[in-house]
């Protein structure tokens, strides 16, 4: 179904629009632009000077404020200095995981190595359950047995960069 478009009679040489533009129709949408864009200012204008006097927001914020006047932001709120909260806070995990200390002094828990853990665990073996207990795991259930933990004295992830790191350091100088 081939649709033929064929020039009128006497216009075979002509090959252009010979229709003007709608100019009613272009004038009708102007006029709605023109007149949307008047009531959005009107109403943008009246709803400002309502909440003008509606919501008073008081003096202006001044950077010449003294500074232990000043109110910090309510949480959370950004790091200062990342990388030495970071550092700050590998070492402490580091601490913890390679010192001795109470954990509750009231309830006598207390921290070891985890390299003596280790040890211990080895020499004295594990709690086991009675042997008709139900729920009672056996090590090839449980996967062997024995894992190895990669970085067991140290960490993984950022901490174990930032505390090598700083060892490197340390090690230089």
Known sequence: MAIEHSAPQGSQGERYERRDANVPALLKIALALLVTIVVAMVSMYGMFHYFAKSQQLGPPASPFE???VRVLPPQPRLQVQPKLDLKTYCESQSKDLNS???VDEHNGVVRIPVDRAMDLILSRGLPAR???SSSAVTAADSGGGTSSSPGV????GPCAYVLQRESQHSEKE
């Open 66 to 68: 003294k500074e232990d």
């Open 100 to 102: 001795y200390g109470w």
């Open 130 to 132: 009675a042997a008709g």
């Open 153 to 156: 004295s140290g960490f993984e």
